[in-house]
């Protein structure tokens, strides 16, 4: 099974609207990081964040952790048509490799 | 381009042959992975390396499938009387193990397999 989960699976938004998922974990981890996905494409890596940081930003991405809930959220802001993809989080439980969830698929509406 | 490369980008198969893929990483990344992805779910990681080193090994990865990374750059994964079952996109991704925690993960575009 995974060791993460998003939450929703799948979310429609106007485009302009704020976008946010969250992704629950399982076990102590090192680091969390999100990835987008175009439909049949690779993953592109968005953020990182670490296990003693609780907020990231980087451009409308805010992403936030919360270790004693194992939880973290993504937040897109001013959403576009091109954020239209999948988001996955994937957890470092120190072994270097990553445990990705299931996603969830963004759908935004211009 | 100096991303993570993989070849071929689709594979159609006929059960029961043996297919290779091939990964290149970011030139100067010492850690390689082999994930799995099926539709409509997250990857599954298979397998990764530092240098030439294989490290781990996901129960997923059966003794049909071996990869290796022979002189700790590029990477292939072969599998063997390939399955239905076997079908998905394979990724592949890099990164450079530095002392602090925290490693980004850079992904290849992916080969996706379909074995008919």
């Known amino acids: 099974s995974q060791q993460g989960e998003e939450d929703p699976q799948a979310l429609s938004i106007q485009e302009g609207e704020n976008a946010t998922m969250n992704c629950s974990y399982k076990?102590?981890?090192?680091?969390l990081q999100w990835y987008r996905q175009n439909s049949g494409r690779g993953l592109v890596h968005l953020i990182l964040?670490?296990?003693?940081?609780r907020e990231k930003h980087s451009g409308r991405l805010r992403v936030t952790l919360d270790t004693s809930k194992k939880s973290s959220s993504l937040l897109i802001t001013a959403s576009r048509a091109a954020d239209t993809a999948s988001y996955f989080c994937?957890?470092?439980?120190?072994?270097?490799?990553?445990?990705f969830g299931d996603g969830t698929t963004l759908t935004v509406k211009p | 381009d100096t991303g993570v490369s993989q070849d071929p980008r689709h594979k159609i198969t006929k059960r029961g042959q043996n297919v290779t893929f091939r990964c290149d990483p970011i030139s100067e990344h010492n850690r390689l992975y082999w994930y799995r992805q099926t539709l409509g779910q997250g990857p599954e990681f298979l397998t990764y390396?530092?240098?030439?080193?294989?490290?781990?090994k996901s129960r997923l990865l059966s003794d049909r499938f071996s990869a290796e990374r022979p002189k700790g750059s590029f990477s292939t994964l072969e599998i063997q009387r390939t399955e239905q079952g076997d079908s998905a996109m394979y990724l592949c991704?890099?990164?450079?193990?530095?002392?602090?925690?925290?490693?980004?993960?850079?992904f290849g575009p992916g080969t996706r397999l379909l074995v008919l």
């Open positions: 390396f530092q240098n030439e080193a294989q490290l781990e």
């Open positions: 964040i670490r296990s003693n940081e």
């Open positions: 994937a957890t470092d439980a120190g072994a270097g490799k990553s445990t």
């Open positions: 991704a890099s990164s450079l193990r530095g002392a602090g925690a925290g490693e980004t993960q850079y």
């Open positions: 076990t102590s981890i090192n680091n």
